[in-house]
């Protein structure tokens, strides 16, 4: 019985090695491959590749959370699979719905009602024609026209649409319009 298990002792450690638990220190993300240093359960202190999506990539904060694999069992072949920090992420979701997400509050939320909610804490920017095909544009804020008015807000357009008037056909001029933008 003793020979078995000093056979089996290398497959019972590369077992236990497999996957563990790492809390993240530091982050070196100037490679194509970012390198993360952990520490795991055991308190020992661990530098590996993360293995993130494709089209996704993030840099984690410290103390978030991450799921590191032994590749064949070796602990010269850890790979970081996952990382989580449950203190950003949002909750309540309903099943099916995507979302992206950051410690500064900011999101894209993919909604199962087929509504995107995006919340940027200082500007949300297109960098592309926006088109709306259906529905309307609503804002609560002001819209300004940077090119065509020098930076006229949509307020400011109304006001000098509504106090302007025209040179008359025999002197003098036109009053205001006799509807005005309000």
Same mark, same amino acid.
């Given at each position: 019985?003793?020979? &078995? !298990? %000093?056979? !089996?002792?290398?497959?019972?450690?590369?077992?236990?090695? &497999? $996957?563990?638990?790492?809390? $993240?220190?530091?982050?070196?993300?100037?490679?194509?491959?970012?390198? *993360? =240093?952990?520490?795991?359960?055991?308190? /020992? *202190?661990? /530098? *590996?590749?993360?293995? @993130?999506?494709?089209? !996704?990539?993030?840099?984690? $904060?410290?103390?978030?959370?991450?799921? *590191?694999?032994?590749?064949? #069992?070796?602990?010269?072949?850890?790979?970081?699979?996952?990382?989580?920090?449950?203190?950003?992420? !949002?909750?309540?979701? /309903?099943? #099916?719905?995507?979302?992206?997400?950051?410690? @500064? #509050? @900011?999101?894209?939320?993919? %909604?199962?009602?087929?509504?995107?909610?995006? %919340?940027?804490?200082?500007? $949300?920017?297109?960098?592309?024609?926006?088109?709306?095909? /259906?529905?309307?544009? %609503?804002?609560?804020?002001?819209?300004?026209?940077?090119?065509?008015?020098?930076?006229?807000?949509? =307020?400011?357009?109304?006001?000098?649409?509504? #106090?302007?008037?025209?040179?008359?056909?025999?002197?003098?001029?036109?009053?205001?319009?006799? @509807?005005?933008?309000?």
């Amino acid at each position: 019985m003793r020979a &078995l !298990l %000093k056979t !089996l002792a290398p497959l019972r450690r590369g077992i236990a090695q &497999l $996957l563990r638990v790492g809390r $993240l220190i530091r982050v070196n993300d100037a490679k194509t491959i970012q390198m *993360v =240093q952990l520490e795991t359960l055991s308190g /020992e *202190v661990i /530098e *590996v590749p993360r293995i @993130q999506d494709y089209g !996704l990539t993030s840099v984690p $904060l410290q103390e978030a959370k991450g799921v *590191v694999a032994a590749i064949g #069992g070796k602990t010269n072949g850890y790979v970081v699979i996952k990382m989580d920090d449950h203190r950003y992420r !949002l909750v309540n979701l /309903e099943p #099916g719905e995507v979302a992206l997400y950051d410690d @500064q #509050g @900011q999101f894209i939320h993919l %909604k199962r009602d087929g509504h995107i909610h995006a %919340k940027a804490n200082t500007q $949300l920017t297109v960098t592309a024609p926006l088109t709306v095909f /259906e529905g309307e544009i %609503k804002a609560t804020g002001e819209i300004t026209d940077r090119i065509n008015t020098g930076g006229l807000s949509m =307020q400011g357009m109304r006001t000098t649409y509504n #106090g302007h008037n025209h040179s008359g056909d025999s002197g003098g001029s036109t009053g205001t319009p006799n @509807q005005d933008m309000s």
